[in-house]
């Protein structure tokens, strides 16, 4: 008798283990494993197509989309402009649908951060990255046409990027523009719009229920995030020890994650959503990501709840705290005699569900052209 009673709890035992290891499942850049207790959603969310997203989430009076940065398949229907990785987040954790991180997501959220602080101190650091005073011309000659949806936008990033790395005296290209196993030309073209959004001061550029998250599926390589880890260190040179601190133990949790080694009370933690009486009040290690948020109508200043154990569920951030993700510079684009006011962007344009209904916040690209059309 006892060693039948010995049989089955041995059995029993290896059947929970068998259970344990299938519940994380590894690919070869990726990883997926559970988060909340919660099932996942049925049903897909509405979509509408992805040019169409583009011109809501871009959309401005008396401006074109020159062009973009586009895929064929559909991206979510949105209701609202902020920021679409906050919003992937946001509904991942409220209708119990997975999501998808990627590390040029997590690069990209640092990244604009980075430059928020910058533009928020621009002669403070003018010494350590220019000797001009200022703002000096960067020129570029386009030999393509005005109005071609499928111009090689792409280029002309990548060549401003190298402009910037000529004239500054830090090697900040090499920083912010990094290369991961998940980027691609699109995610490249984010991180050079944002290296040019953080330099813009120095330089003018010219042309010519009980919610959660189901499981989480992480992208990426352990080389990609050790990568991350070690990187961020490199901004606590431009007075930045007290947000790179910050980030470093969420970091190193998404480090562990790639090798397999889950932290599930972590994970749970992300995001957090509350009724408030401005709206859901968002709170959370994402919150970490921003180290400062729109405050009294659109003055950046610095996160409040930065670092910080909020012991209260209705404290935080409503959506339209957060920077809306998207870097944007000017330029000019002389043809002639004519000057076209021009802008780049690019960052978080919307969000992707594939056929898992899976979340997977979109990276993009935008040019637009800002000239006031004359009468």
């Excluded at 960067?138 to 111009?151: E, S």
């Excluded at 352990?222 to 901004?235: G, Q």
Aim: hydrophobic share 40%; with cysteine; glycine share 6%.
């Amino acid at each position: 008798m006892k060693t039948v009673f010995i049989l089955i709890f041995f059995i029993l035992t290896m059947n929970s283990c068998d259970q344990f290891r299938t519940s994380i499942v590894r690919q070869e850049k990726s990883i997926q494993f559970p988060v909340a207790d919660v099932e996942t959603a049925k049903e897909r969310l509405n979509e509408i197509n992805y040019l169409e997203n583009i011109q809501f989430k871009f959309y401005s009076k008396n401006q074109t989309i020159e062009s973009c940065s586009i895929k064929k398949y559909p991206l979510i229907e949105l209701k609202d402009r902020t920021n679409s990785f906050v919003l992937a987040v946001d509904l991942a954790f409220s209708q119990h649908r997975p999501l998808v991180i990627s590390p040029d997501m997590i690069w990209l959220l640092i990244c604009q951060g980075f430059s928020k602080h910058i533009n928020q101190n621009p002669e403070k650091y003018r010494n350590v990255f220019v000797n001009h005073e200022g703002k000096k011309v960067l020129k570029i000659k386009f030999n393509f046409p005005k109005g071609f949806f499928y111009n090689p936008w792409e280029e002309v990033f990548d060549f401003f990027s190298k402009e910037i790395k000529k004239e500054v005296k830090k090697n900040i290209t090499d920083l912010i523009v990094q290369n991961f196993s998940t980027t691609s030309m699109i995610e490249k073209a984010a991180f050079d719009i944002s290296l040019m959004e953080s330099m813009e001061r120095y330089f003018d550029y010219r042309g010519k229920a009980i919610c959660g998250i189901p499981y989480i599926i992480l992208e990426g390589t352990v080389e990609d995030w050790d990568k991350i880890y070690r990187l961020v260190d490199e901004f606590n040179q431009y007075d930045l020890e007290w947000w790179v601190k910050e980030l470093k133990p969420i970091l190193y949790e998404f480090k562990m994650a790639s090798e397999g080694k889950i932290l599930k009370k972590f994970w749970k933690g992300i995001y957090n959503s509350e009724k408030g009486y401005g709206g859901n009040v968002v709170n959370g290690w994402i919150i970490n990501f921003f180290p400062y948020t729109i405050q009294d109508g659109n003055t950046l200043m610095k996160n409040r709840l930065l670092g910080k154990k909020i012991e209260n569920k209705h404290e935080g951030f409503y959506h339209r705290n957060f920077p809306s993700g998207i870097s944007k510079v000017e330029f000019i684009w002389e043809i002639g005699k004519i000057e076209y006011q021009m802008n780049f962007l690019a960052g978080f344009t919307g969000i992707y569900q594939n056929d898992k209904l899976e979340l997977r916040p979109e990276i993009g690209w935008v040019v637009k052209d800002c000239t006031i059309k004359k009468e």
